[in-house]
């Protein structure tokens, strides 16, 4: 079983900028696509970015595009979500994901293991 722990959110600016941290822990199998996803209040969760373990394959919502960048360290078994140019709209609680194959990386249902979240609240 994978268990994964996200950190780095908080409070910041419109403008600012954070770095969400997801590390994982367990079977490494199930954590070959990682993803980012959030959810706002009242709101469906929404795929924010996902990337393979090779890092070669990376897709964004259109949203963040040129604002965030995902990465990862498998040697550490770490993801990362850096956030720059934060909009009071990515107000959030941002969750972390693994999955085993890298199909249907936008459907959370897709998913086979999920992080408790952290939050990200952006002040305008």
């Known amino acids: 079983q994978v268990q994964l722990v996200e950190s780095g959110g908080g409070l910041v600016q419109t403008g600012g900028s954070l770095r969400l941290s997801c590390a994982a822990s367990?079977?490494?199998?199930?954590?070959?696509?990682m993803s980012w996803f959030r959810q706002a209040p009242g709101k469906e969760r929404e795929f924010v970015a996902g990337i393979n373990r090779s890092g070669g394959s990376i897709v964004y919502a259109d949203s963040v595009k040129g604002r965030f960048t995902i990465s990862r360290d498998n040697a550490k078994n770490m993801v990362f979500l850096q956030m720059n140019s934060l909009k009071p709209e990515d107000t959030a609680a941002y969750y972390c994901a693994a999955k085993s194959i890298s199909l249907r990386v936008g459907s959370t249902a897709s998913y086979d293991v999920w992080g408790q979240g952290t939050q990200v609240t952006v002040s305008s």
């Open positions: 367990g079977r490494t199998s199930s954590t070959y696509y």
